[in-house]
């Protein structure tokens, strides 16, 4: 198994022109490079779910199988409701509404908006977002108490916060080429795990995205939060799934 940083991440050179598609094809360019086949697994977590949209679009052909855990959603997906996605997106913290707004209508000033301190901005980004997971909260918790916390931080922004976490804000909840609710079914199997109490993508989005996407086999797992990496055995489950 292999991860990667993507770009503008860690030791990754920046890409100012980075995109879902660009997304895709950097996994695809990786798996070449590490002579992978011609198909591949592909595993997304969170934010960087979007490689794996990117690549069911994409390069749909090149994907044996694809798991997405927790993956943040679009809240400007057409297939969403708005009234649905309007009413979640205002339950969201007044900073992260704006920092979320900021991203989709005015990118070339996010990075300036996100520097500013007189109106509030991404509490996502600060790691002060309300958790309801007991676990997520006490997990973060440790990481601000023990340092992990700011010591990740460090080092995927080495190349700039603006080309890591500020580029990744701007792809996500951009605009995008296609609505994820609109792809065709591809001929791999597709699973989604996504916790009943993640503070920070809402449940309701999931389930109905799941609901539009027949082909997605979507795992709801209950009193599970965001951080899926700590709930015990669920990494061989995705596994044992994923490979049969």
């Not at 205002?90 to 990118?107: F, N």
């Not at 609109?182 to 995205?209: F, K, N």
């Not at 997605?216 to 209950?222: D, K």
């Amino acid at each position: 198994m292999a991860g990667f940083d993507r770009a503008g991440y860690g030791q990754s050179d920046p890409n100012p022109k980075r995109s879902v598609k660009s997304a895709a094809l950097d996994v695809e360019e990786l798996a070449d490079a590490l002579g992978l086949g011609p198909k591949f697994y592909l595993i997304g977590m969170s934010l960087g779910c979007h490689a794996v949209w990117g690549a069911l679009k994409y390069i749909p052909d090149r994907i044996a199988g694809a798991a997405m855990m927790a993956p943040v959603v679009n809240y400007w997906w057409p297939g969403f409701p708005a009234d649905l996605a309007a009413e979640v997106y205002a339950k969201q913290e007044v900073g992260d509404q704006w920092a979320l707004r900021v991203s989709h209508h005015a990118p070339g000033i996010l990075h300036w908006w996100m520097e500013q301190s007189w109106l509030p901005t991404s509490t996502v980004v600060a790691g002060t977002t309300p958790l309801p997971n007991k676990l997520d909260a006490e997990m973060r918790s440790k990481m601000m108490a023990d340092g992990t916390f700011q010591q990740r931080k460090e080092q995927a922004t080495q190349q700039g916060i603006h080309e890591s976490y500020y580029r990744d804000m701007m792809v996500m909840f951009g605009k995008w080429e296609f609505d994820p609710m609109s792809l065709p079914q591809p001929a791999c199997p597709v699973h989604l795990w996504q916790g009943d109490e993640d503070g920070l993508v809402p449940v309701v989005l999931q389930r109905y995205l799941a609901s539009r996407l027949s082909w997605v086999n979507y795992h709801e797992l209950p009193g599970t939060g965001h951080f899926l990496s700590s709930v015990p055995g669920l990494g061989d489950t995705v596994l044992r799934t994923l490979f049969g």
